[in-house]
């Protein structure tokens, strides 16, 4: 029985309990919520698993792998160490440069995370171009890559060969989604109708087998704030929400990708609160969204906001966006930025969210320890422990900002 069945039973499996106890709420919760489509957990033998939906602390997915120009192997391994050391919830390897297979699966052996995959990247490799792409090869891939031991694949499932040629002239940035326009050249260049969606079936068997999680892409996601949420996105959340139903009749669990791409603020809000209602309110996966298109150079901190607004209106997996966005494969310090800021991102949703639950219980401690200038305490509580000590020492008493005159010691002597 996979983890949907025994919810679905109302039975309350290991998994269900670890996630409940990770998270302070009730066991029962979680297995009500999993038998809904509402909580997705992504599980790895003998990891600790992650539990993705409401009500739970939004979940972190941080992006690496080799690109086909870029291929520096042991750089990815070490984004894989820096994604656990900043508290990354999940990875995913989008590998499309030198021996994909090694290289997913030294990763598996080298983190403790739960990993996703694209597999069209790896067939589109596998085959040379997109006109050899056959249904058989994606098939294979994808046998393989789960049998590797991965917690979730992606497929962009949701767009017809006939979406495709209504969209002709209709966008400024057409597909943005890499899975989404690999597929969509695999679908144009052979004439054949979207693999995923025309085989979803035979898909879901094979991931039920395993009891992983199907994460269905959002290949529609707009690429520029000025092609907004159109028809070609919203026909794609429909065909997804229409396909997440079938998957859970199958026993497998759904993440739906969507609301990723450019999104003006003022939109985010409302096209969440869509999401939640054309999906019964299952687990939403965003990339960014980022509300402006001209902070390159900075994408960290615009999706940040977008994805705080996300998270915060209800969205409960994000995705690190790093300053490379757009430019370059991130380096180890892109990574690094890019995932503090998306854990910033979730704490500011987490809060719109939930209130001052028990995620905040570091932001109190941080702030007695700050008022009493315990600094080395309240570096400790600090979301990246290692950036605020590069400016002030923890052996200093005194602070440069005000120097003589600090607003804590003069409020501490007087008050
Ligand atoms: S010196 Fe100023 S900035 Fe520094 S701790 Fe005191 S009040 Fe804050």
Not at 123 to 145: G, P, R
Not at 190 to 208: D, T, V, Y
Request: with cysteine; proline share 3%.
């Amino acid at each position: 029985m996979t983890i949907f069945e025994d919810a679905l039973k109302g039975i309350t499996t290991l998994e269900m309990l670890q996630v409940a106890e990770n998270e302070k709420i009730n066991s029962k919760k979680v297995v009500k919520n999993i038998s809904k489509g509402r909580i997705a957990i992504m599980k790895r033998d003998n990891f600790n698993p992650v539990g993705i939906g409401f009500p739970l602390r939004t979940k972190i997915n941080v992006n690496l792998g080799t690109s086909s120009s870029t291929i520096n192997i042991d750089e990815e391994f070490k984004k894989v160490e820096i994604a656990q050391k900043y508290g990354a919830d999940t990875i995913s390897d989008l590998s499309m440069g030198g021996d994909i297979d090694a290289i997913r699966r030294n990763i598996l052996s080298i983190s403790n995370l739960p990993l996703t995959t694209v597999p069209i990247y790896q067939a589109i490799i596998e085959a040379d171009s997109a006109s050899n792409v056959s249904e058989d090869l994606i098939f294979k891939v994808v046998e393989k890559q789960i049998k590797d031991g991965i917690s979730s694949i992606v497929v962009h499932s949701g767009f017809t060969l006939e979406t495709l040629n209504l969209m002709k002239g209709k966008r400024i940035m057409k597909i943005v989604s890499k899975g989404g326009s690999l597929t969509a050249s695999i679908m144009k260049s052979a004439h054949m109708e979207n693999p995923f969606l025309k085989n979803f079936e035979q898909l879901l068997e094979l991931i039920k087998e395993h009891d992983i999680v199907i994460n269905l892409g959002n290949a529609m996601r707009s690429g520029c704030i000025h092609d907004k949420v159109d028809g070609f996105q919203l026909a794609e959340l429909k065909t997804n929400a229409k396909l997440a139903k079938t998957a859970n009749k199958f026993g497998v669990q759904v993440i739906l990708e969507s609301l990723g791409g450019h999104i003006i603020a003022k939109d985010i809000i409302n096209y969440v609160k869509l999401y939640k209602k054309l999906t019964n309110n299952r687990p939403l996966f965003v990339s960014g969204p980022l509300p402006i298109d001209t902070a390159t150079g900075y994408d960290h901190i615009a999706a940040a906001i977008g994805g705080s607004f996300a998270s915060g209106f209800g969205a409960d997996y994000i995705c690190a966006i790093t300053p490379a966005e757009h430019l370059c494969l991130p380096s180890l310090e892109d990574i690094k930025e890019g995932l503090i800021a998306c854990k910033i991102a979730a704490h500011v949703g987490d809060s719109m969210k939930f209130g001052l639950n028990h995620l905040f219980a570091n932001d109190l401690e941080l702030s007695k320890n700050r008022f009493s200038r315990n600094w080395k305490k309240q570096f400790e509580y600090c979301i990246d422990p290692t950036e605020p000590e590069k400016r002030h020492p923890v052996s200093e008493e005194m602070c440069s900002m005000c120097g003589a005159h600090c607003a804590l010691s003069m409020s501490k002597k007087i008050l």
